[in-house]
């Protein structure tokens, strides 16, 4: 049987550390049979170039700043040079600056709130635009976005649930509107896994807790595997008719009352 992944061109952003969630998704994706390039942004960009040395086969690291639409040219154009074509997305991107967190929600600024929603979802429509004529090149493809489902509020989280759920129905449109191309879009939304960016967030050892005494699968937040699993799997053909949907990886936290 072929490797899921097998002959798969895949553009895969947020890696930062070697326990980012995309890390994970990059590393079995690569297994898999795929071909991956990486992006990074500012600051964070030579980190990734670091740890994409990790990998079992390290990739080329391009930089991508969602917030300067020049990067998104430079990406596309290099991946048509590289590939002629791409077969997947995996949107991994999130920030929120440090008002918009923490139990702040009336006080955050604007402007703060209009970064976290531009670098946190308005960055899913603008990969996706971007890249869709290398999806029209390969007759289709996948895009995966990983998310913190925000249909309740959660300690802490404030302005950054509130970008979650733009996310969140950003994919859907985007469901909709790439559907005509064969482009699925489709949201894993994980349990709290324990990676710098989920360490940013205060309260997330309350919401580790949730999740170990309610979860009815039970929940390792030291253990990223499932959820990689679950994008590479979404990534792969073995979705086709699988479009605007979140699944979720969080050992069945998020069906359970009180």
């Not at 895009?143 to 969140?168: C, I, Q, T």
Request: hydrophobic share 45%.
């Amino acid at each position: 049987m072929p490797a899921l992944l097998t002959g798969k061109r895949i553009l895969v952003t947020g890696v930062l550390t070697d326990d980012s969630l995309a890390y994970g998704v990059a590393e079995l994706a690569q297994k898999e049979g795929a071909e991956i390039v990486l992006t990074g942004a500012g600051r964070g960009l030579s980190l990734t170039r670091r740890v994409a040395k990790h990998l079992p086969s390290p990739p080329d690291v391009l930089e991508l700043d969602v917030t300067v639409p020049e990067h998104m040219e430079a990406v596309a154009a290099e991946l048509h040079r590289r590939w002629g074509a791409v077969d997947g997305l995996l949107h991994a991107i999130g920030f929120a600056p440090p008002s918009c967190l923490g139990g702040e929600f009336l006080e955050a600024p604007w402007e703060d709130v209009r970064l976290a929603l531009q670098i946190s979802a308005y960055s899913l429509k603008l990969l996706a635009a971007g890249l869709l004529p290398l999806f029209k090149a390969s007759g289709g493809g996948s895009v995966v976005a990983l998310d913190f489902d925000n249909r309740v509020a959660w300690p802490g989280y404030d302005w950054m649930g509130v970008a979650k759920s733009a996310l969140e129905s950003t994919a859907r449109y985007l469901a909709r509107d790439l559907g005509s191309y064969r482009v699925r879009v489709n949201l894993v939304a994980a349990g709290p896994v324990r990676t710098v960016a989920a360490r940013s967030i205060p309260g997330i050892h309350l919401m580790e807790q949730f999740w170990q005494e309610r979860a009815p699968l039970g929940w390792d937040a030291s253990d990223p595997a499932p959820v990689a699993k679950a994008c590479v799997a979404l990534l792969s053909d073995w979705f086709p008719a699988t479009t605007g949907e979140m699944v979720h990886v969080d050992g069945g936290y998020h069906a359970m009352g009180a």
